[in-house]
Nanobody
Framework: QVQLVESGGGLVQAGGSLRLSCAAS????????MAWYRQAPGKQRELVAA???????NYADSVKGRFTISRDNAKNTVYLQMNSLKPEDTAVYYC?????WGRGTQVTVSS
């Protein structure tokens, strides 16, 4: 079964941290770039961070230096460590691999 399942969202105060996890089917994960996107109310979905199968990463300018994407190939899992969170990081965060999407996890940062 092809699936992506996110976890780790929640409510946090500004300046706090959260770690998101995305467990993927092996078919999606292996040899493929994995990514995190987010969508805030009234805004388009945007790329937050991506990581290739070899470990190369790229980030949106708005999260550079605060967020870190990583992957555990043995567990078919990709992570997003989010530090120094800001209210503008509030959004639903989605895991993506190939053409597949998770259902999303809500991150809310209070000021």
């Amino acid at each position: 079964q092809v699936q992506l399942v996110e976890s780790g969202g929640g409510l946090v105060q500004a300046g706090g941290s959260l770690r998101l996890s995305c467990a993927a089917s092996e078919r999606i994960f292996t040899f493929n770039t994995m990514a995190w996107y987010r969508q805030a109310p009234g805004k388009q979905r945007e790329l937050v961070a991506a990581i290739t199968s070899g470990g190369s990463t790229n980030y949106a300018d708005s999260v550079k230096g605060r967020f870190t994407i990583s992957r555990d190939n043995a567990k078919n899992t990709v992570y997003l460590q989010m530090n120094s969170l800001k209210p503008e990081d509030t959004a639903v965060y989605y895991c993506n691999g190939q053409v597949f999407w998770g259902r999303g996890t809500q991150v809310t940062v209070s000021s």
